[in-house]
């Protein structure tokens, strides 16, 4: 059962918010961190970043990285743009994108329950990004951004959560992106111990998006024997079916010595191949092909779809093994450098230009994975394959930290 409690965060001055508060660390280069927060002294990609304030040439990985993103953390709090809330509070965090909206609840998680598998994760971590973010933690006594965790949905829970987002908001800004962030503080001892009860009742956790984060923070709660808040992680946790995965395109820069026509006859014994669609795929195991300035629909022949384990019947899967890999060359898309990844929030039209740009030879423009196929693939104990969702909108770093 999933045990996940109230914690006292480190939160923006609620008029400062729309300035502090930024996009993970994660999903953009230094370059544009160093562009994003320009003439902003109090961005939070500072402290999740903080190599903007250092040389361009600067290792990542210096020490004197991390030093900084512990002098600009405390600047913030002793300047009072983040301030810690005298008692343990859950928080929810309603995001609006377009038409989309999701409200989840701001809360820690147990490291045990990591370790022990109630929290279920899908995705291989990298030692180099683990340790960079064990290290952040570790010189910070603080964990600066949550891990995007989901919860299959509970009616009377959920309803609860609703209803508690009806009042008056503590944070309420659009970002720059267009994304709405809202947050209220649970503060109530009754309104607490009835939301801490309801998830002691769900059996599992999923991790969407963090699998870095909560294995760090994991790490760290190892390292320090438990000591401190550290056997928490800092989590925002969605029920299942407000969350929006959005597909991960593919670019591939060459056609593997293939002439078109060549390639599309080996296209055609793995896929039926209409050029009647658009740019989207319209349903699992349809993908969509640019080439030379024409978008056709792939869609798999059964026989390729009828693996009975749940990693193996993914889209991603799929296309990885029946063609990716035996028509492209491309035996390793984490490490081979003639494919890249778009998230799906940069739309079709991104793919287009990459294409048109002579700088990638074609495109695949995937389904998205859906949480139901996510959800079995963790319960199977499998892991998905690279790059298989790109979950929108994203989370905002400084929104809550949690002290250690």
């Known amino acids: 059962m999933a045990s996940i409690k109230a914690f006292a965060a480190l939160r923006p001055n609620p008029e400062l918010a729309s300035l ?4 993970p660390y994660d999903v953009m280069s230094s370059a544009e961190a160093r562009e994003l927060a320009a003439g902003n002294p109090l961005s939070f990609l500072h402290v999740s970043k903080p190599e903007i304030d250092l040389p361009p040439a ?8 991390y030093a900084k993103a512990k002098e600009n953390f405390s600047l913030l709090i002793s300047d009072g743009a983040l301030r810690q809330d005298p008692h343990p509070c859950l928080y929810l965090y309603r995001q609006v994108l377009g038409q989309h909206r999701q409200i989840g609840l ?26 960079d973010r064990l290290r952040h933690i570790d010189t910070l006594n603080s964990q600066t951004g949550p891990v995007f965790l989901v919860y299959r949905a509970v009616r009377e829970l959920d309803a609860f959560i609703e209803k508690k987002a009806g009042g008056k908001p503590e944070i309420d800004f659009t970002a720059k992106d267009g994304v709405r962030h809202t947050a209220w503080v649970v503060s109530q001892a009754g309104d607490i111990a009835f939301i801490e009860t309801a998830f002691a009742d769900i059996p599992f956790l999923y991790i969407a998006d963090g699998h870095h984060r909560s294995a760090a923070a994991t790490q760290v709660y190892e390292n320090r024997k438990g000591a401190g808040q550290s056997g928490w992680f800092l989590s925002v ?40 669609g658009g740019a989207g795929p319209a349903h699992k195991h349809e993908v969509g092909f640019y080439l030379q300035g024409t978008w056709r629909t792939l869609a798999f022949r059964s026989e390729f779809t009828g693996a009975d384990d749940a990693a193996e019947r993914l889209d991603v899967a799929l296309l990885q093994k029946h063609v990716l890999g035996p028509v492209f060359g491309i035996d390793d898309p984490r490490t081979s450098e003639r494919i890249n990844f778009v998230g799906g929030i940069r739309g079709q039209a991104e793919l287009e230009k990459l294409v048109d740009s002579g700088q990638y030879a074609c495109a695949f423009s995937m389904f998205p994975t859906s949480m139901e196929d996510l959800m079995a693939v963790a319960d199977a104990g499998g892991l998905m394959p690279p790059k298989s969702t790109w979950f929108e909108p994203k989370l905002r770093d400084g929104m809550f930290c949690h002290m250690i």
């Open 20 to 23: 502090i508060c930024e996009l």
């Open 106 to 131: 701001a809360a820690v998680a147990s490291c045990e329950e990591y370790l022990q598998g109630t929290i279920k994760k899908h995705e291989l971590t990298r030692p180099d990004k683990e340790e």
């Open 58 to 65: 600067i290792d990542l990985h210096d020490p004197s990285v």
């Open 237 to 276: 946790i969605f029920p299942h079916n407000q969350v929006q995965i959005l597909p991960y395109n593919r670019v591939v820069r060459d056609l593997n010595g293939h002439s078109s026509q060549a390639l599309l006859k080996k296209l055609e014994t793995i896929f039926t191949i209409s050029s009647e």
